[in-house]
């Protein structure tokens, strides 16, 4: 039996093409195939063995070409400002721009669309990534309409709303995937990036800016959605100590015009 592992030669040291197992195997159901005699029971159970072997190869062909895809993967650098956060973010557009030439490279290809199932309030974005191999994976994100600002205030129509949700939630599966690492701009310019992005406010502050939610009386799940959509954190603690300042500046402001309100 030929794995794919081995490389075959002709004369002369010509490389032949490996077949695989699941091809070997096809083989040999094609050649029993033509006899007569042969129980056509025993070939439906081989021919179901060919594809149980066939999908294997796919996948571990597909864990090997992303693992491969990962490691080439840029950082990307979050360029563009949100004016109403006052934060910086990376579009999906130089997510795709910098990251498509190295996942086609590997053989995959992408399929982001509206899929169906969202939560009332969310989008659902769903994204089928399939590898010339042959194998496909299908992954979801669930976003909610971004027509509202932290402080619940409407500042989009429901159409924009719907548009910049599926942004969001198309950037987090395509980050999800390929475990991209979205870096701020200029964090490289002294060299000691690593050290910068591991540095994380530190518990007092963490705590000031819990007590800051509370006091102000602000929904504490809008502003982890903010949060989460403009700095990339899940909680308060892993905040970078670089987004201190605009984190306790977001949160006045927004008590600020609650107060007006």
């Not at 932290?150 to 198309?170: C, D, L, M, P, W």
Request: hydrophobic share 40%; charged share 30%.
């Amino acid at each position: 039996m030929i794995h794919k592992s081995e490389l075959v030669t002709r004369e002369e040291g010509m490389p032949v093409q490996a077949v695989s197992q699941a091809d070997s195997f096809l083989a040999t159901i094609q050649q029993a195939a033509s006899d007569a005699s042969v129980d056509m029971d025993k070939m439906e159970r081989l021919y179901g063995m060919y594809k149980d072997v066939k999908a294997n190869e796919a996948r571990m062909a597909y864990n090997t070409a992303m693992a491969a895809c990962q490691e080439e993967m840029p950082r990307i650098e979050r360029t563009h400002k949100n004016k109403q956060t006052d934060s910086l973010y990376a579009k999906i557009d130089d997510i795709i721009r910098q990251c498509k030439p190295i996942w086609t490279k590997h053989g995959f290809s992408v399929s982001v669309y509206p899929a169906d199932g969202a939560p009332d309030g969310f989008v659902r974005a769903g994204c089928d990534v399939s590898h010339a191999g042959g194998d496909t994976r299908t992954f979801f994100y669930d976003n909610p309409i971004d027509d509202k600002g932290i402080a619940g205030k409407v500042n989009k129509t429901q159409t924009h709303g719907r548009a910049s949700g599926f942004a969001y939630a198309e950037r987090y599966l395509i980050s999800m995937v390929f475990c991209l690492e979205i870096g701020f701009s200029g964090q490289d310019d002294d060299g000691n990036s690593a050290e910068k992005e591991i540095k994380r406010i530190t518990d007092e502050q963490a705590l000031e800016i819990d007590a800051m939610i509370t006091d102000n009386d602000l929904d504490r799940e809008k502003f982890m959605r903010w949060v989460k959509q403009a700095i990339w954190v899940d909680a308060i603690e892993d905040i970078p100590a670089d987004w201190y300042a605009a984190t306790v500046k977001t949160i006045a402001e927004v008590a600020k015009a609650r107060a007006k309100a």
